[in-house]
């Protein structure tokens, strides 16, 4: 009892070491599962628009629209989300829409909250 009782205290010991070592060097990454285990990052996607008159939006996630130089929308997520931006040149119709597929975070999700969708529409003189 006593031996295992002295095992058992130098595995955890040893154990919480090589944790503090893995998380000191950049190793608490947010995973989720969506087919097998994959680690989360950040991405960014910016379209050019041209002629839009019509914007739909299903997400869930905080969307800004402001006028600037350029019509351009720029959505700032995770790996995960699968944040779509399609273009319908024919219909002149914009949609931003939240991945099919929805991920599981498991660690550390805290580190994305700040994701956004960010719509500039073009700026034209006498408007």
Known sequence: ????????AITLVVGLF???LGVGHGGAKSVYWQN???I??????????????????????????????????????????NTNVSLNNSKRKLTVKDGSHPAVNLFFDEDYEDS????????????
């Open 1 to 8: 009892m006593k031996k295992s009782l002295i095992a058992g």
């Open 18 to 20: 090589i944790l503090a």
């Open 36 to 38: 097998g285990f994959k």
């Open 40 to 81: 989360d990052r950040r991405v960014s996607q910016s379209k050019q628009i041209v002629n839009v008159n019509e914007i739909e939006l299903d997400t869930s996630r905080p969307v800004i629209i402001h006028r600037g130089d350029e019509a351009k929308v720029t959505v700032k997520s995770t790996k995960s989300s």
């Open 116 to 127: 956004q969708i960010e719509i500039t529409i073009q700026w034209i003189m006498g408007n």
